[in-house]
C-alpha cells in the first residue's frame, strides 16, 4: 500500500478501489505511516512543500455546462535525448547546453465543473488569439460530448483572458458569462488547478521521455483515458463521461 502511493501518488479512494480495502482503512494506514497529504507533495518529486491555501467550502455545480474551468499550466520543454529526468539532474553538459533555452510547453485545458470533464491542448503560448481559440474548440468538444450549452467560464485575470478580444467574442457568441477569480487567490478555480496537477503527475512527469514529441503525442490517448476510463473519487469513483448524456 505505501509502495502504491509513492509510486502512483493516488488517493486514499483510488489506492482502496485498486486493493479491495475500505478507503478509512487505507487513510489509518498512511496516516500511521507518516504519509503526507497529496496536496502537501510536490507533484513532480513527490516531496513536502509548503501547503497553499484551499476553498473552505467544497462546491459542485448541479448540471454540465453550468461553468466551465479554464487554464494554461507551463511545462518545460524535453531536449532531444530525454531531460533530467532521464540522465539525472547532476548529467555532464556543456557550457552551450546549459546556456541553451529549451522553451516551454504551454498546456491549454477547460474542465466542466459537474462533470469534470477535460479538454487540453499544448500550444506555443497563452497569448489572447490562443486562448480565444483554444477555447473555441473546447466548447466544440465539450458539444460533441453532451454538454451543449455552456453558461459560464471561469479564469484568472492573466492579461490574455482578461483583456482579449478574442477570448471575449467566443464567451459573447455563446451568450456565457465570462467570470474571474479574486486576485491572488487560484483556489477559486480550484478545478482547474487540481486537474492541472493531475496533467503533471499523471501524463507530463508519470514517465521518462526521450523527445518533446513523444511526450506530446501521449497527451490525447491519455485525455481519453482520463474522461472515459479513471476513476474520478469527486464524483463517486466513476470517469466523468459516465456523468453526461450521450449526444445523438
Known amino acids: 500500500m505505501i509502495t502504491l502511493r509513492g509510486r502512483e501518488r493516488r488517493g486514499q479512494d483510488w489506492i482502496a478501489a485498486e ?3 475500505p478507503a478509512r482503512t487505507v487513510s489509518s494506514i498512511l496516516r500511521r505511516h507518516g504519509m503526507p497529504y497529496l496536496r502537501h507533495c510536490d507533484p513532480l518529486t513527490g516531496e513536502v512543500i509548503r501547503a497553499t491555501k484551499t476553498t473552505a467550502v467544497r462546491y459542485e455545480r448541479s448540471r454540465p455546462g453550468e461553468l466551465i474551468h479554464m487554464d494554461v499550466k507551463k511545462i518545460g520543454r524535453i531536449p532531444d535525448g530525454g531531460g533530467w529526468k532521464a540522465h539525472g539532474r547532476k548529467m555532464s553538459r ?3 547546453e546549459k546556456k541553451a533555452h529549451i522553451g516551454y510547453d504551454f498546456v491549454h485545458s477547460a474542465i466542466d465543473d459537474h462533470s469534470r470533464l477535460a479538454y487540453s491542448e499544448i500550444l506555443a503560448d497563452e497569448k489572447g488569439p490562443t486562448c480565444g481559440a483554444f477555447l473555441a474548440r473546447a466548447i466544440a468538444y465539450f458539444h460533441a460530448h453532451g454538454i451543449p450549452a455552456i ?6 485575470n492573466h492579461f490574455s483572458y482578461r483583456r482579449s478580444n478574442d477570448v471575449a467574442a467566443v464567451i459573447t457568441q455563446i ?3 465570462h467570470l474571474f477569480i479574486k486576485p491572488h487567490c487560484p483556489w477559486q478555480n480550484g478545478k482547474a488547478e487540481r486537474y492541472n496537477r493531475t496533467l503533471q503527475v499523471e ?4 514517465q521518462v521521455f526521450n523527445t518533446n514529441a513523444e511526450r506530446s503525442a501521449t497527451l490525447a490517448p491519455w485525455l481519453a483515458y482520463y474522461n472515459t476510463q479513471r476513476r474520478h473519487s469527486a464524483i463517486g469513483n466513476q470517469p466523468p463521461i459516465n456523468r453526461l448524456s450521450p449526444t445523438s
Not at 151 to 156: F, Q, R, S, V
Not at 203 to 206: K, M, P, Q, V
Open 151 to 156: 453558461e459560464a467560464i471561469i479564469t484568472d
Open 19 to 21: 486493493l479491495g480495502v
Open 175 to 177: 451568450g456565457a458569462k
Open 94 to 96: 556543456t557550457s552551450a
Open 203 to 206: 501524463w507530463a512527469y508519470r
